[in-house]
């Protein structure tokens, strides 16, 4: 209604598109749901080619960028090498913007920083200028050189010190260089050094020497070759927490020369083929119209909607071929795995980073508050997630995050104990995870006085008996049974287990206490010791001291609990809730669309795209997922190993 442009995109059949958008909503992604509802006018521009519709609608995203397009991250910082080769002694420095100006530029690259160290190399080789010195050079005009000339970082051009077509020869190897052409400049360099050694010019010849060592190390860093030569882009991504991670290799004359890693902020389904199509599409489209750099063909890991025209396109833009491939075997494939990988590592390296930025941290945490109606900050996030294989070595993960970081001393994982194997039920698997950590939450003292009178345990509290019971102790348990009590049956249990001589305690108890006592962390026993003999109605419980004691971590209370799942498993986690009466605030985050739910709404809660408070959740979530993944994979390890 104010005007403002939420999407821009391109179709064939306009009707078509534009009807999908409003059909079946609640299946589409959140992203693409909140921008329907926003929607007041369409407007459209009838082209004359698919060609012209990617350069007009790349163009307007460029300009405009629309609010509910997959943008690339802050593409304000990408920097470009630029090489003025329209002057008589050209620089070659950094800049922001590619200008129509003549000279030669080598972009976008992501890392500032290592495109700097990169030139601090080639200035050690190759001795260009880089200051602003106006040349008139022939005429009689004198400056006085920087200190790069007197520590022969620079060849001198603006005290005559150099020709044109000298100071030419640096910049062409300049150019190779960045080009990935260091064999040609290997054969030149040895060739100058051979020719110098035979003119008994032995200082030249241990320059050049020295310069043919650095691009010799230079170049043993290559970790991708390609057997046919070929000018190839390689490109993979991942999606990961609201972001899309995305690595470009640049292989040039069969050499990896340059690797670029690229964010993108979007709202995106993990695993709907449209959406990674659309995600995919998105960095071709703006990577390609910022390029200086094009291949000759570029590698993609799966196929995108609109192929033959971003094929047309960029072949226009390079004035040559450039086909767009999906290798399946072979080497090609192996660059794309190799991609990939790194892709993942990019991910990684940016959550950390992130995890290291306090006031984005800072920033989630308050959201975080706001969002979800809380006292205090949620300086404490306890997730939890469950793994397993059809049933099979089925646990659990708790990851716990303290300010936005994670606390690993502070994980704790747990083998699912009450389902029998091969039978899966997630939810149950969650009830009892959730039971076994609220257990701590309650009381953990007593102040229960116990006196015994033959095997028969009386217990006192301030003065009154609160109960009795039969005790015996055994060689390595203590069991107490026909419990009999004039009030809760928590502290007298609590009593018990502090009274108790060895690590395992049974207690026979009626079946109206077994949800007391298993809020305490007694669990119920199938097969009962030989020792212990109890009434048929009765039910036997088992609490371990040793491992309740393992657990003193436990003792800490959350600010804010995680699930890892929708509406299905918060619903355990309440159940659990109400049972420990904790006020402990509880959400569930879906993976499928990335939706955050509390206890009491249907709905999802509103969080943005690029909300910082949505983004903690999703990391605290993934991590939850892979220590879960990890401790699975190690117990099914084991088991195919017996």
């Given at each position: 209604?104010?005007?403002?442009?939420?999407?821009?995109?391109?179709?064939?059949?306009?009707?078509?598109?534009?009807?999908?958008?409003?059909?079946?909503?609640?299946?589409?992604?959140?992203?693409?749901?909140?921008?329907?509802?926003?929607?007041?006018?369409?407007?459209?521009?009838?082209?004359?080619?698919?060609?012209?519709?990617?350069?007009?609608?790349?163009?307007?995203?460029?300009?405009?960028?629309?609010?509910?397009?997959?943008?690339?991250?802050?593409?304000?910082?990408?920097?470009?090498?630029?090489?003025?080769?329209?002057?008589?002694?050209?620089?070659?420095?950094?800049?922001?913007?590619?200008?129509?100006?003549?000279?030669?530029?080598?972009?976008?690259?992501?890392?500032?920083?290592?495109?700097?160290?990169?030139?601090?190399?080639?200035?050690?080789?190759?001795?260009?200028?880089?200051?602003?010195?106006?040349?008139?050079?022939?005429?009689?005009?004198?400056?006085?050189?920087?200190?790069?000339?007197?520590?022969?970082?620079?060849?001198?051009?603006?005290?005559?010190?150099?020709?044109?077509?000298?100071?030419?020869?640096?910049?062409?190897?300049?150019?190779?260089?960045?080009?990935?052409?260091?064999?040609?400049?290997?054969?030149?360099?040895?060739?100058?050094?051979?020719?110098?050694?035979?003119?008994?010019?032995?200082?030249?010849?241990?320059?050049?020497?020295?310069?043919?060592?650095?691009?010799?190390?230079?170049?043993?860093?290559?970790?991708?070759?390609?057997?046919?030569?070929?000018?190839?882009?390689?490109?993979?991504?991942?999606?990961?927490?609201?972001?899309?991670?995305?690595?470009?290799?640049?292989?040039?004359?069969?050499?990896?020369?340059?690797?670029?890693?690229?964010?993108?902020?979007?709202?995106?389904?993990?695993?709907?083929?449209?959406?990674?199509?659309?995600?995919?599409?998105?960095?071709?489209?703006?990577?390609?119209?910022?390029?200086?750099?094009?291949?000759?063909?570029?590698?993609?890991?799966?196929?995108?909607?609109?192929?033959?025209?971003?094929?047309?396109?960029?072949?226009?833009s390079k004035g040559a071929k450039v086909k767009i491939l999906i290798p399946q075997k072979g080497e090609k494939e192996k660059i794309l795995g190799l991609a990939e990988k790194n892709a993942k590592s990019f991910a990684t390296q940016s959550r950390i980073k992130w995890q290291h930025d306090n006031e984005r941290r800072k920033k989630a945490l308050e959201e975080l508050k706001e969002k979800l109606d809380l006292s205090k900050l949620p300086r404490?996030?306890?997730?939890?997630?469950?793994?397993?294989?059809?049933?099979?070595?089925?646990?659990?993960?708790?990851?716990?995050?303290?300010?936005?970081?994670?606390?690993?001393?502070?994980?704790?994982?747990?083998?699912?104990?009450?389902?029998?194997?091969?039978?899966?039920?997630?939810?149950?698997?969650?009830?009892?995870?959730?039971?076994?950590?609220?257990?701590?939450?309650?009381?953990?003292?007593?102040?229960?006085?116990?006196?015994?009178?033959?095997?028969?345990?009386?217990?006192?509290?301030?003065?009154?008996?609160?109960?009795?019971?039969?005790?015996?102790?055994?060689?390595?348990?203590?069991?107490?049974?026909?419990?009999?009590?004039?009030?809760?049956?928590?502290?007298?249990?609590?009593?018990?287990?502090?009274?108790?001589?060895?690590?395992?305690?049974?207690?026979?108890?009626?079946?109206?206490?077994?949800?007391?006592?298993?809020?305490?962390?007694?669990?119920?026993?199938?097969?009962?010791?030989?020792?212990?003999?109890?009434?048929?109605?009765?039910?036997?419980?088992?609490?371990?001291?040793?491992?309740?004691?393992?657990?003193?971590?436990?003792?800490?209370?959350?600010?804010?609990?995680?699930?890892?799942?929708?509406?299905?498993?918060?619903?355990?986690?309440?159940?659990?809730?109400?049972?420990?009466?904790?006020?402990?605030?509880?959400?569930?985050?879906?993976?499928?669309?990335?939706?955050?739910?509390?206890?009491?709404?249907?709905?999802?809660?509103?969080?943005?795209?690029?909300?910082?408070?949505?983004?903690?959740?999703?990391?605290?979530?993934?991590?939850?997922?892979?220590?879960?993944?990890?401790?699975?994979?190690?117990?099914?390890?084991?088991?195919?190993?017996?």
């Amino acid at each position: 209604k104010k005007g403002n442009i939420l999407y821009i995109g391109k179709a064939i059949d306009l009707r078509n598109r534009v009807k999908s958008y409003f059909q079946q909503t609640n299946k589409q992604s959140l992203r693409i749901q909140k921008m329907v509802s926003q929607i007041d006018d369409i407007e459209f521009t009838i082209v004359s080619s698919d060609l012209e519709a990617v350069i007009l609608e790349t163009n307007l995203i460029k300009e405009i960028r629309p609010k509910y397009n997959i943008l690339m991250k802050d593409d304000k910082n990408y920097v470009y090498i630029k090489i003025t080769k329209n002057e008589d002694f050209p620089q070659v420095n950094i800049v922001r913007k590619v200008l129509n100006d003549g000279a030669l530029y080598f972009g976008p690259k992501t890392a500032a920083g290592k495109v700097r160290k990169t030139l601090d190399v080639l200035k050690k080789v190759f001795p260009y200028r880089h200051c602003n010195l106006f040349l008139e050079y022939g005429k009689e005009k004198k400056y006085t050189p920087c200190l790069d000339y007197h520590i022969k970082r620079c060849i001198g051009p603006c005290v005559g010190n150099v020709n044109k077509e000298d100071y030419a020869l640096i910049i062409d190897q300049i150019i190779r260089f960045l080009k990935g052409q260091t064999e040609d400049i290997i054969k030149v360099l040895e060739a100058q050094m051979q020719d110098a050694a035979m003119n008994k010019k032995f200082e030249m010849a241990a320059n050049l020497r020295d310069k043919l060592n650095a691009i010799k190390e230079i170049s043993q860093k290559q970790v991708v070759s390609s057997p046919n030569r070929q000018d190839t882009d390689a490109i993979h991504y991942v999606s990961e927490a609201g972001r899309v991670f995305f690595t470009l290799f640049m292989i040039r004359d069969g050499k990896l020369i340059n690797q670029e890693n690229f964010e993108f902020k979007t709202g995106i389904d993990r695993d709907d083929q449209k959406d990674t199509e659309e995600i995919l599409e998105a960095f071709i489209k703006q990577y390609y119209e910022k390029t200086t750099d094009f291949p000759k063909e570029i590698l993609i890991p799966h196929n995108i909607k609109n192929n033959d025209v971003l094929e047309g396109w960029i072949s226009e833009s390079k004035g040559a071929k450039v086909k767009i491939l999906i290798p399946q075997k072979g080497e090609k494939e192996k660059i794309l795995g190799l991609a990939e990988k790194n892709a993942k590592s990019f991910a990684t390296q940016s959550r950390i980073k992130w995890q290291h930025d306090n006031e984005r941290r800072k920033k989630a945490l308050e959201e975080l508050k706001e969002k979800l109606d809380l006292s205090k900050l949620p300086r404490r996030i306890e997730c939890y997630d469950i793994s397993h294989i059809s049933g099979t070595n089925q646990v659990a993960s708790m990851v716990v995050f303290e300010n936005g970081q994670p606390n690993k001393k502070e994980y704790k994982r747990f083998k699912i104990r009450t389902l029998k194997e091969g039978k899966p039920d997630d939810f149950a698997a969650m009830l009892e995870v959730l039971k076994r950590r609220f257990m701590y939450l309650v009381k953990s003292k007593s102040n229960i006085k116990f006196r015994k009178k033959k095997d028969v345990l009386t217990g006192k509290l301030d003065k009154e008996i609160a109960g009795e019971c039969n005790y015996e102790i055994f060689d390595d348990l203590d069991y107490f049974t026909n419990i009999k009590l004039k009030e809760g049956i928590s502290d007298f249990l609590l009593g018990l287990i502090q009274k108790a001589k060895n690590n395992r305690v049974y207690i026979g108890v009626p079946k109206k206490y077994i949800d007391e006592a298993e809020k305490l962390g007694f669990q119920l026993v199938k097969k009962m010791p030989d020792e212990v003999k109890m009434k048929k109605t009765y039910k036997c419980l088992l609490f371990n001291k040793s491992k309740y004691k393992e657990n003193k971590g436990f003792s800490q209370k959350p600010d804010l609990i995680v699930i890892d799942g929708g509406k299905g498993q918060l619903t355990q986690g309440i159940k659990v809730q109400s049972k420990f009466k904790t006020d402990i605030r509880m959400v569930a985050l879906a993976k499928k669309h990335e939706n955050v739910y509390e206890p009491g709404n249907k709905n999802p809660l509103p969080f943005a795209k690029d909300s910082e408070g949505l983004y903690l959740l999703q990391q605290v979530r993934d991590e939850a997922h892979r220590f879960a993944i990890t401790y699975h994979k190690k117990l099914r390890s084991k088991a195919m190993i017996r």
